[in-house]
């Protein structure tokens, strides 16, 4: 069983920028995909982006690309998600999960998922 827990959240101006953490325990991390989501008040959850277990491969959503960079200290068992240049539509709660594989297509799917963080929310001021 793994345990995700984020942390990082809070609240920002818009144009400022913040970094969310995932720590996970329990399983082998190294050999797990993680991705960020995030849901908005009223919206479905949707993808951010992910990293592979071995950190070597990431991939974003079209949107995130360049403003959002995910990493990972599996030494740490960590990953973090640093988000710059927020604005008011990047709030949301965000959420990391893990997958079951390091890496595969549909790495962008909830499906792809088993286990996930209880979120952490990030609110970006106009």
């Known amino acids: 069983q793994v345990q995700l827990v984020e942390s990082g959240g809070g609240l920002v101006q818009a144009g400022g920028s913040l970094r969310l953490s995932c720590a996970a325990s329990g399983g082998t991390f190294s050999s797990r995909a993680i991705g960020w989501f995030r849901q908005a008040p009223g919206k479905e959850r949707e993808f951010v982006g992910a990293i592979s277990g071995s950190g070597d491969i990431t991939y974003y959503a079209d949107s995130k690309k360049g403003r959002f960079t995910i990493s990972r200290d599996n030494a740490k068992n960590t990953v973090y998600l640093q988000m710059n240049s927020l604005q008011p539509e990047d709030t949301a709660v965000y959420y990391c999960?893990?997958?079951?594989?390091?890496w595969g297509s549909g790495i962008s799917r909830r499906l792809a998922y088993p286990y996930w963080g209880q979120g952490t929310q990030v609110t970006v001021s106009s």
């Open positions: 999960a893990a997958a079951s594989v390091g």
